[in-house]
């Protein structure tokens, strides 16, 4: 990202200029809303607008690199548009640009106001939703289907008609 490598791990995140070979740790500070409020850092993810995604076990966050600060999104059950959960697993964008968080709670779509998510969980009444709400891994395969691998197998889900479908070779 910026032609610097990005290292996500359970000590926090770090940046690496290969040209230098500095080493920038985002320092943790669980009292400001712009900052990394966790250690646990799971899963990065560039966007088609050249944004970074830091998904963590305390939600996800947006870098913002002119300000060298965070937007955070983080599940709050007073707020039902708020990310599904916190435990997030998984980033990726679908061919339309739109932004997916998996989580162990279920999955997130980021909104267009880019503020807001509309939320998939497993329903046992619903063939069309997720088999499990743990989302462990996503890929995004240009033609409108999100795979996601989940605690009870693969799921498809279209983009477009937000139906999930169960994969069996």
């Given at each position: ?104 709670q279920g999955l997130s779509m980021l909104l267009p106001d880019g503020k807001t998510f ?52």
């Amino acid at each position: 990202y910026l032609g610097k490598v990005w290292l996500a791990n359970f000590s926090g995140l770090c940046v690496i200029d290969p040209e230098t070979e500095k080493v920038t740790n985002f320092t943790v500070d669980r009292d400001r809303k712009d900052q990394l409020t966790t250690h646990n850092v799971i899963c990065l993810f560039e966007d088609s607008k050249r944004r970074m995604w830091v998904g963590s076990d305390d939600g996800v966050f947006l870098y913002n690199r002119k300000k060298n600060t965070f937007v955070h999104y983080q599940h709050s059950a007073a707020q039902p548009g708020s990310l599904v959960g916190n435990s997030v697993r998984g980033i990726v964008e679908d061919s339309d640009g739109t932004i997916w968080i998996g989580t162990e709670q279920g999955l997130s779509m980021l909104l267009p106001d880019g503020k807001t998510f509309r939320n998939f969980r497993h329903n046992q009444v619903d063939q069309n939703s997720l088999s499990s709400n743990e989302v462990y891994a996503m890929a995004s395969d240009g033609k409108g289907k999100l795979w996601l691998g989940t605690e009870e197998g693969l799921n498809i889900l279209d983009v477009k008609s937000l139906k999930v479908s169960t994969y069996k070779p």
